[in-house]
């Protein structure tokens, strides 16, 4: 007897990212936060640093009163905001559990009188036009209904003339490099997941690389970079990295 297979778990996981975006990430990432940053070192090949480290470099540079840092998780960026500039950051996510996790890092590194953690969501940000003088986000767009309008919504607390990078992974343009980052991402990122991190890392690792896939078959970098625009951004480029693995980008609110 015939039998018709469903759709594999991966692809439904998906689905259900984009049906109920935030409710999915908050369930996707609870019980991840205490070893969070450790692990995305680790199953990222330690690509991860680098990639932060280029997107704070496009906000850290000039003078800033205040930084907005929007998905923040166990906040290893809004530390790095922290440290290199003398602004007051602020950390904001969805995820009461990485917030808590982002603030004890906070007071570990003696940054507390600095940094301040808000729960909050990016599509809907809980702050007038205008207040701070910079902003940082980081994996966020496959986690909301509508990129265009979220992006708008970050561009909005920005000041004129303020920075504005993100970091996103990306999908390799080379068919040798996609190849490789289709069989890491499909087979070698859930079993290390599994391993260093258990079934909660696993499911984030068979996730990840369907999610990726999906977000750039709807949402081109070029898609994108025209969002951006449309949303008042000046001046936006963007950096592609480790073999395109990682994508950054950042811009200057306009007038």
């Not at 469903?6 to 109920?20: F, I, K, N, Q």
């Not at 970050?154 to 490789?180: D, H, M, N, Q």
């Amino acid at each position: 007897m015939l039998r018709t297979l469903g759709p594999r778990r991966a692809d439904v996981d998906v689905a259900e990212s984009r049906a109920r975006p935030n409710q999915f990430a908050r369930q996707l990432f609870a019980g991840l936060p205490k070893r969070y940053n450790l692990l995305a070192e680790l199953l990222s090949l330690g690509q991860d640093r680098r990639w932060r480290d280029e997107m704070v470099a496009h906000v850290a540079g000039g003078s800033l009163g205040r930084i907005l840092d929007v998905a923040c998780g166990p906040a290893a960026v809004t530390r790095e905001l922290a440290s290199r500039t003398s602004a007051q950051v602020v950390g904001l996510d969805l995820s009461v559990d990485m917030l808590a996790e982002g603030a004890a890092n906070v007071s570990r590194a003696g940054l507390g009188d600095r940094v301040s953690m808000v729960l909050g969501r990016g599509e809907q940000l809980p702050f007038e036009d205008a207040a701070f003088d910079g902003l940082t986000f980081t994996y966020l767009l496959r986690y909301v209904a509508d990129p265009a309008a979220t992006i708008a919504e970050l561009a909005r607390v920005v000041r004129p003339g303020g920075p504005i990078a993100s970091l996103e992974f990306a999908v390799p343009t080379s068919p040798g490099w996609k190849v490789l980052w289709w069989f890491y991402t499909r087979a070698v990122l859930p079993l290390g997941g599994l391993i260093t991190g258990g079934k909660g890392w696993w499911d984030v690792g068979r996730f990840l690389g369907p999610s990726i896939s999906k977000h750039y078959r709807s949402y081109p970098v070029d898609w994108t970079v025209g969002a951006w625009e449309h949303a008042g951004v000046e001046h936006v480029e963007h950096r592609s990295m480790s073999l395109g693995g990682g994508l950054v980008m950042w811009g200057y609110r306009s007038a």
